[in-house]
Every structure is written in structure tokens, then in C-alpha cells.
């Protein structure tokens, strides 16, 4: 199974392993990746599950769809290389991601 | 000060939960009024997952969380609830016995016999920007809603945002402002076309300013704005303004519920698993918004929910009728209520 770290706002990282098919969004709350709020569970409605990806997996990972990049306006601190992470599907090929979280997710 | 509206009861949030129970009210001759602070009705299910499908509401195998608002709609059209929608219930206040005056945000007062707390996770509110300092502004300065559009007249004005919220404000508050600039990170709106292309017409006859960016500070004192930061690709951008108006659309919070008294558990309702009343008398709570041991989070317990809570409700609002179980089926009497007898 891939693994993702996940870096949070205050330093704690997780490495764990995600399941092939999910998101790194359900993989961050299974395993209580507590920066990662997901209100709208994964609908691409919210928001509030927000990930700076590292700036070396940014190419794998890809841009986001114009979907997306719509409810990117309702996030804060956005980068260039920030995604929704309920947008991103695992897939082998994300073995060893890092993303990074924020620190506020709008509430 | 308004007139009072009198009801039998009053519903706080119309999500799926809020609107079965006028259903179930109804089917008792209770009539219901509903206050939402969401300009829609249905909830989280159309606020937050409007076109994805639920599989689990029984007897439907299949229903969008749009689909599944509108067809409680149409369930509970016989009985003719009043909706009030944008309004925020702030205060409940016990002034009989029991009989209640409940109050919104937009100064709408409230009396009837019971209240139904249906607020599911809380109400949606306007996120707000991690701006440092923000909060000494706020409600001063920075507004997360328009309720006067008088009071920006004259003034420097920063709108910031890229949907509809933001381009319909900019549109609306354009005329009357002394300067108005819009702010968004990019240079694409998601708001309605022709709103952008109105919004792009001001821009290019010089009637606004248009900065890609996004605010990274703000200036001022007490409370009073003079100047913004907006953080852009390359620069820092200085730009003077008197109020900041941001729309970064809702986030729920649990809001006023937590000050009225009610005896709860991590911000949720204790409520008695018989009747779904809470620790006041004729206060009712339903739906995500309580606990109970076994409570799930889910529509057709909410539903369960709401017709245990009726039962009780008929007690207060009718209490010289003696409750006769029914059902739909088979009562006529019922069946004059839906008007299909
Ligand atoms: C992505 C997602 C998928 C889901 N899928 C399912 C599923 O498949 N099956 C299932 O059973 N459940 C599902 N749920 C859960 C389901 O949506 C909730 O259980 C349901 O919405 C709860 O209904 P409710 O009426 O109690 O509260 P809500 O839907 O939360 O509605 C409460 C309303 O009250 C309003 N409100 C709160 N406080 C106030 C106030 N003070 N004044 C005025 N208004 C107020 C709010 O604005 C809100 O509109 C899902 C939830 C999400 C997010
Ligand atoms: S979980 Fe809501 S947008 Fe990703």
C-alpha cells in the first residue's frame, strides 16, 4: 500500500499507509490527521480539507479540475501548489507523498 | 418593535429533520413556523451535497440530498408550514408554562407552546479570514453580510471574494461607494457570467479596481479600518479602504444554541430517548443536533425522532385533545389532513 506523510501546521507528522482507490482525505481521517476538518465529506462543497502538497510531488499529484479550483476560492492561504486532499485519489503512484496542512481550515 | 407571530411551534433549522417534523406535527393538528439561517431549506443535504446520491433513507433505495429536500417538500405541503428563511434564532426565553418567545437575528419575535431545536451541526456561518488581528474589526469594519447597504454609502469599500455573494455585493455597493476594489486570488470568478462581465465592464470604464491577490493584513485602530495588505504574485499592495467585506462562503458552527440553557455534551443536546425533550419542559431537541446513548447521526433517525417528539408536542399544544394512535393508511381523519380523503 502507498504511503503518505502528512506534515501538520504544528509540526506533528504522520506516515501511514492508505488504501488504494480512497482519498487523502478519508486516509488523513482514519488516521486522525486532525488539521483536516472534511465537513462536507468529500462532496468538494467545503473546503475545509485543504493541503499544501509538497512542491517535489506536485507534478505526480497534478493541477486541480476547474471544480475544484472553484472551491479553492473559499479556502484560505492558498498556494500554488495547494489541493483539495478529498480530490486526490491514491493511487500507486503517490507512494511516498508529503503534503503539508494549514492551520485554519475556515473554522 | 414587530408583532409577535404566534404559533404552536416553532422549528429552529429546516434540514431534512426540521422539515419531517412538520409532518408529524401536522398529522397532530400542530401547526409549525420554521427559522433557517441558510437562504434555502434542506440543510447539510443542500447546502453540502445537493447532487450526491443517499442510499440509505428506507424505502428509497436511491435519492440526491437535493431530491430527498424536495420531495419533504412536497410531503409536507398540506400543512402549509410558514418558512422563514436567513434568520438566525438568537434567544429563547420560558414565559409560560410552558409557552416560549423566541427571537431571530432580524428582530422577528416568536410565541408558541413548544420549540423544536432541529439545528443539525449548528448553523452555517460566514468563514472567517485568518487575517492576524482581524477581530477587534469585526462588525466594526469587516461585515460577513450586507444588512444596510445605506452605511457603506460614501465609503472605500473592499470586497473580497470571487462567487456570487462577492460580485452581487461589488454590483450592488459599486454605485453608492466612494471606491470600490474587489480582491481574489485569481483571475477567474465562479459567480454568475454575466455578473462577471458587468463587474469587468466597471473595471475597464475605471469605476473600480480589480487586485488578484489575497489580504494579508490590515491597518487601522479600534476597530476602525484605514488599510488593507493584499498579498500578490510578486508584490505587497498597499490599498486604503474603510470596510472589508470578505465571502468565503459558510462553515457550521454551533452557534447561539449553546446559551440557552440546555443541558449538553460536547456541544450536543441531551435529550430523553421517550420523547426527545430536553432538560426544559416543552423544549424539544431533534436531529445531528442531540445525543443519546446509541445516537447515530442519520436522516431516518432524525425521523424516528421527530415523530416521538410530536407525540409529546401534541401534549403542551393540545392538552385538553386525548392522542388517538393512527395510521395514515387507514384513518380518514389523517387522510383529510394530507387531502387525499
Ligand atoms: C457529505 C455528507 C453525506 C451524508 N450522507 C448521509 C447519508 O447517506 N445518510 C444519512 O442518513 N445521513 C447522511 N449525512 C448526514 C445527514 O445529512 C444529517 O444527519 C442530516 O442533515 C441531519 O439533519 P438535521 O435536520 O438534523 O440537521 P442539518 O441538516 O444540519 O440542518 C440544520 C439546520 O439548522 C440551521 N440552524 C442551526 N442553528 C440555527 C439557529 N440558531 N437559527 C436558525 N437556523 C439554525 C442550520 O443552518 C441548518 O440548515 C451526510 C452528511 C454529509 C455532510
Ligand atoms: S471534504 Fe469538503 S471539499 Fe473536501
Known amino acids: 500500500m502507498p504511503k503518505i506523510t502528512y506534515i501538520e501546521h504544528d509540526g506533528a507528522v504522520h506516515t501511514v499507509e492508505a488504501e488504494l482507490g480512497s482519498t487523502v482525505m478519508e486516509t488523513a481521517l482514519r488516521n486522525d490527521v486532525a488539521s483536516i476538518v472534511a465537513e462536507c465529506g468529500g462532496s468538494c462543497t467545503c473546503a475545509t480539507c485543504l493541503v499544501h502538497v509538497d512542491e517535489t510531488w506536485f507534478a505526480v499529484v497534478g493541477p486541480p479540475s476547474a471544480e475544484e479550483e472553484e472551491m479553492l476560492d473559499t479556502a484560505f492561504e492558498v498556494k500554488p501548489t495547494s489541493r483539495l486532499s478529498c480530490q486526490i485519489k491514491v493511487t500507486e503512484a503517490l507512494d511516498g507523498l508529503i503534503v503539508r496542512t494549514p492551520a485554519y481550515q475556515g473554522r | ?341
Not at chain 2, 431571530?104 to 416568536?110: E, I, N, Q, S
Request: charged residues 25%; hydrophobic residues 40%; aromatic residues 8%.
Open chain 2, 1 to 341: 418593535m414587530s408583532d409577535t407571530i404566534k404559533t404552536d411551534v416553532l422549528i429552529i433549522g429546516a434540514g431534512p429533520v426540521g422539515l419531517f417534523a412538520v409532518f408529524e406535527l401536522g398529522l397532530l393538528d400542530i401547526k409549525a413556523h420554521l427559522v433557517d439561517i441558510l437562504d434555502k431549506v434542506g440543510g447539510q443535504c443542500a447546502e453540502l451535497y445537493p447532487e450526491k446520491p443517499i442510499y440509505d433513507i428506507p424505502g428509497i433505495p436511491l435519492i440526491t440530498g437535493h431530491g430527498l429536500t424536495e420531495a419533504l417538500m412536497r410531503q409536507i405541503k398540506p400543512f402549509g408550514p410558514t418558512f422563514h428563511l436567513g434568520e438566525m434564532v438568537t434567544a429563547i426565553e420560558n414565559i409560560g408554562d410552558p409557552l416560549f418567545r423566541v427571537t431571530t437575528d432580524a428582530g422577528k419575535t416568536f410565541e408558541c407552546k413548544a420549540v423544536v431545536i432541529a439545528a443539525g451541526g449548528g448553523s452555517f456561518q460566514p468563514k472567517r479570514p485568518p487575517i492576524p488581528g482581524i477581530e477587534p474589526y469585526e462588525e466594526k469594519s469587516v461585515f460577513y453580510a450586507v444588512r444596510k447597504i445605506e452605511n457603506f454609502r460614501g465609503k472605500r469599500l473592499l470586497v473580497v471574494g470571487g462567487g456570487d455573494s462577492a460580485l452581487d455585493w461589488t454590483l450592488n455597493l459599486q454605485p453608492i461607494a466612494k471606491r470600490l476594489t474587489l480582491v481574489h486570488r485569481r483571475d477567474d470568478f465562479r459567480g454568475a457570467p454575466d455578473s462577471v462581465n458587468k463587474m469587468r465592464a466597471l473595471v475597464a470604464a475605471g469605476a473600480m479596481d480589480l487586485k488578484i491577490g489575497q489580504v494579508s493584513g490590515l491597518e487601522g485602530a479600534d476597530g476602525v479600518l484605514t488599510a488593507a495588505s493584499i498579498k500578490g504574485k510578486d508584490a505587497v499592495e498597499h490599498v486604503e479602504c474603510d470596510a472589508m467585506l470578505p465571502f468565503f462562503g459558510l462553515t457550521m458552527k454551533l452557534g447561539p444554541v449553546a446559551d440557552w440553557g440546555l443541558e449538553m455534551d460536547d456541544e450536543l443536546i441531551k435529550v430523553n430517548t421517550g420523547t426527545f425533550e430536553t432538560n426544559k419542559v416543552g423544549l424539544f431537541a431533534i436531529g445531528d443536533i442531540n445525543t443519546y446513548t446509541g445516537k447515530l447521526k442519520l436522516i431516518l433517525s432524525g425521523f424516528h425522532e421527530a415523530a416521538l417528539m410530536a407525540q409529546k408536542a401534541h401534549h403542551y399544544v393540545h392538552p385538553d385533545k386525548r392522542l388517538v394512535f393512527q395510521y395514515t393508511t387507514s384513518s380518514t381523519s389523517l387522510q383529510k389532513k394530507l387531502g387525499v380523503a
